[in-house]
């Protein structure tokens, strides 16, 4: 039984997400895959019920069901809220008077800190033996870039030559759902970027708007910006190794220094100052780190 047709909302949906939202491609087949997964569970379970007999116990019963095959807390909230955005859509187009998913709870998880590079070891990061080759200075690039501004790695793939504003010390960026912001950066940095510009212009054959590409002229590959940040990361005590620990020191090392919380909240792109008010708690920690350490009592 092919999902679609059994169920077209599914695909008006993603639709919906795809052209009126503008979700990414990651965040479309996300959506997909989670939702898929549930109407596959209600046509082998339920015999394709209905979006409009679509009960709690059914969405209860399919929870139910991954549980017991152990997936982890987070994975299901995920789930969870992919069905509330959905039904959530039906009600708004009429298709139903009432989402199911109102008694449904999602499961809680055990928040943990954001982990970040402290700033004695920023300098020991980035200067750190980078070959004087066209990769060495690119990776060297990237690692500064991604502490200067807080950039996604997504958002750093894709920055173009045109979103870097020389006169007024700030770039663009394009960020989730198409939203942009406005970081600035020092005078330093602008001359590091238009220097990195001016070469690849001199050795890079093809025409590309991109600021950051291989030596050939391709777009950086999510994997192996992710492999290189990994393999300078190996060298400095930080749990977490990926380029998200940079955007995670940027966050921290600007809390720690007094930055306004609404200030941090625009910088990182956040839609709501929830998701920002974690590096308060490593803010809180350093606070206590300096009372056990300078207090006679502590």
Excluded at 7 to 28: A, C, D, M, R, V
Excluded at 144 to 150: C, E, I, M, P
Excluded at 245 to 252: N, Y
Aim: hydrophobic fraction near 40%.
């Amino acid at each position: 039984m092919n999902i679609i047709e059994t169920y077209p909302q599914l695909q008006i949906f993603l639709n919906y997400l795809k052209f009126e939202k503008k979700y990414s491609k990651h965040t479309l087949i996300s959506y997909q895959t989670d939702l898929e997964q549930f109407f596959v569970y209600l046509i082998s379970q339920y015999d394709a019920p209905s979006i409009e007999n679509i009960k709690p116990t059914l969405i209860r019963s399919w929870l139910g069901e991954l549980k017991e095959d152990d997936l982890v807390a987070k994975s299901i909230k995920r789930k969870i809220s992919a069905l509330k955005s959905f039904f959530k859509y039906q009600v708004k187009i009429g298709v139903v008077a009432q989402t199911p998913m109102v008694t449904i709870v999602s499961p809680k998880l055990n928040k943990r800190l954001p982990s970040f590079i402290e700033e004695t070891q920023i300098e020991n990061l980035l200067n750190n033996n980078f070959t004087d080759d066209w990769k060495g200075k690119t990776e060297k690039l990237v690692l500064q870039l991604f502490y200067a501004t807080g950039m996604r790695l997504s958002e750093l793939i894709n920055l173009k030559e045109n979103q870097i504003d020389k006169a007024n010390l700030h770039i663009k960026v394009t960020g989730k759902g198409n939203k942009e912001r406005i970081i600035p950066v020092t005078q330093a940095l602008i001359g590091l970027l238009e220097n990195h510009i001016t070469e690849k212009r001199k050795n890079i054959t093809i025409d590309v708007a991109n600021v950051f590409v291989t030596n050939s002229g391709r777009l950086l590959n999510p994997r192996n910006v992710y492999a290189f940040v990994n393999k300078r990361l190996k060298n400095i005590l930080v749990a977490q190794k990926s380029p998200h620990v940079l955007r995670h020191s940027f966050a921290t090392h600007l809390m720690n220094n007094g930055a306004d919380l609404n200030a941090v909240k625009e910088l990182l792109g956040h839609s709501s100052l929830a998701a920002t008010q974690v590096y308060t708690h490593n803010s809180i920690e350093k606070l206590k780190e300096v009372f056990k350490k300078a207090h006679p009592k502590a």
